[in-house]
């Protein structure tokens, strides 16, 4: 019987996806876990997997369609299996008659890269044994075998029964990253704008789902959540000294450094874990006020597409060190539009900098369901008084932008003024 591949759900704001590349063929054979297209979701563009064996009897979505969550992309059989069946039930109006199959004899050798992990994508499935007793591997991995010179059949796969996945491949030629010629297709489609019409008015560019997403969420959070904002100025002499002295002490023992943002996001961890308020959230349709127990700091990442905010999870229990590491790799998965569901949802607060470009001061949208986000604002060079004389300073300003439904103003400023005692005195935060 012919089977369905429906649109996932990837994100848990995503509505529907866009198809940006089909990474297998009319007629191939595929196992349960093969990765046979690209999807871009809202947040980041992903993996699909198929959930059982069969060959590929019909591509119906084309690369570049928007499917709503649930809609038919393909369709998986045997080999000349009719499925007209289920193009009616979907009403996709295509004609009864699938295209026949082609034998599955041959082993899909130029697959195009995939962008991810085919053990790491959304939908995970249980693999049933290989066809033809072929070697199970991913299409990644494949594609990374043959332009490392791996034998797939000297590989031992950690995947689902025994799939050789990217980690195993990655684990032979010494290296956690994709070879530099693996690059997507995916990147390539969703980069691709429309060259521009001489003598035209205007150049049009199509909303991406992540223009979408953002335009539909911020505009709810804005007309729907009655924002008040609070402002403070921090001195930073402290925090600038004691940056410098861990940065030298991270260097001499080869850890990562730490950035102001990293010093921000550890004070309001543990200011979020003193004022559990403003680590909330209002949801209407519960009939509740959430108050997390855990903490899990977003912070926004500025990106080509528009703008992502990769989670630093319990960070009120993390060091210094670990943050800052554990940043980068985040801020380089959002610009990569690697990241995962569980590495972009489910924070309990959100952070947004635009102090490296020269921004002193700006309020920011809440992220729902959040209860509050911190717009924090460049560290100035300021004359300041100090024992009746002026001396240079250092400040910067903080805005907390609060949903008045969950944060009271006095709520609201205590928080405030907690983040500015832990950066005023940082080594509180070491405690």
């Not at 001489?198 to 009655?226: N, V």
């Not at 855990?294 to 528009?306: K, L, M, N, P, R």
């Not at 539009?337 to 470009?357: I, Y």
Request: glycine share 8%.
């Amino acid at each position: 019987m012919a089977i369905p591949v429906e649109m996932p759900k990837m994100s848990d704001t995503m509505e529907e996806g866009v198809l940006v590349a089909w990474l297998a063929d009319e007629g191939a054979p595929v196992a349960a876990g093969d990765v046979i297209a690209q999807v871009e979701t809202d947040k980041a563009t992903m993996d699909l997997e198929v959930y059982d064996d069969g060959v590929l009897l019909k591509r119906v979505a084309g690369e570049g369609d928007s499917i709503p969550i649930g809609g038919l992309i393909a369709v998986l059989g045997k080999a000349g299996e009719d499925v007209s069946s289920v193009l009616a039930r979907y009403g996709s109006g295509a004609p009864a008659a699938a295209k026949p199959a082609v034998e599955p004899a041959a082993e899909p050798a130029a697959v195009p890269a995939a962008s991810g992990d085919g053990a790491a994508a959304p939908v995970a499935a249980p693999v049933g044994s290989a066809p033809n007793g072929r070697t199970k591997a991913s299409p990644l991995a494949r594609r990374m075998a043959q332009e490392h010179g791996v034998n797939l059949a000297s590989v031992s796969g950690s995947g689902p029964d025994g799939r050789i996945v990217r980690r195993d491949i990655e684990s032979l030629i010494g290296t956690s990253h994709p070879a530099a010629p693996v690059q997507e297709p995916v990147q390539q489609a969703v980069a691709q704008q429309p060259a521009p019409v001489a003598g035209a008015a205007y150049d049009a560019i199509p909303l991406s789902q992540m223009r979408k997403a953002i335009s539909r969420r911020l505009s709810e959070s804005k007309f729907t959540s009655p924002h008040f904002y609070l402002q403070i100025d921090v001195d930073m002499d402290g925090a600038v000294a004691f940056r410098q002295q861990l940065n030298e002490l991270a260097l001499s023992q080869d850890k990562q450094k730490v950035s102001y943002n990293d010093l921000i996001t550890k004070a309001c961890a543990l200011a979020l874990r003193e004022h559990p308020y403003v680590n909330a959230s209002y949801m209407e349709n519960e009939g509740e006020i959430r108050l997390h127990n855990e903490v899990h700091v977003a912070i926004a990442v500025a990106i080509d597409e528009g703008l992502i905010t990769p989670v630093v999870r319990n960070a009120d229990n993390k060091g210094l060190s670990q943050i800052a590491a554990e940043t980068r790799e985040l801020a380089g998965k959002a610009r990569d539009r690697k990241l995962q569901p569980h590495e972009f949802e489910g924070s309990t607060f959100s952070t947004s900098n635009l102090g490296m470009f020269g921004i002193e001061n700006f309020t920011a949208i809440i992220n729902p369901p959040n209860a509050c986000i911190l717009a924090i604002g460049g560290i100035r060079d300021v004359p300041v008084v100090k024992d009746g004389a002026i001396v240079p300073g250092k400040r910067m300003k903080l805005s907390l932008s609060c949903d008045h439904r969950v944060v009271d103003g006095a709520t609201g400023a205590q928080f405030l003024n907690t983040v500015k005692q832990y950066l005023e005195q940082p080594m509180n935060m070491m405690l």
